[in-house]
């Protein structure tokens, strides 16, 4: 358990530019991108006990998170 936020722009350091260019142009984007954002807010919150959870829900958000930035890494390619 890392308690670093894994923001788009750390994930994707070389593609900043075209995240913000999706964002704006493409709602699909947009929705996948403001889930992650979501979802990995709340990964964070559990890694650092501001929000505790069972260990099971925060795996299923660690799943979820992974799924996202996958679909996300597949749109930027």
Do not use: G, W
């Not at 358990?1 to 075209?18: A, C, G, I, N, Y």
């Amino acid at each position: 358990m890392s308690h670093t936020p894994h923001e788009l722009s750390e994930e994707f350091p070389d593609k900043v530019d075209q995240i913000h260019a999706l964002k704006e142009s493409d709602a699909h984007f947009r929705k996948l991108h403001d889930e992650y954002h979501e979802v990995n807010r709340s990964v964070h919150r559990a890694e650092t006990n501001i929000e505790p959870m069972s260990d099971f829900a925060e795996e299923d958000l660690r799943k979820r998170r992974m799924r996202l930035k996958d679909q996300i890494a597949q749109l930027l390619a």
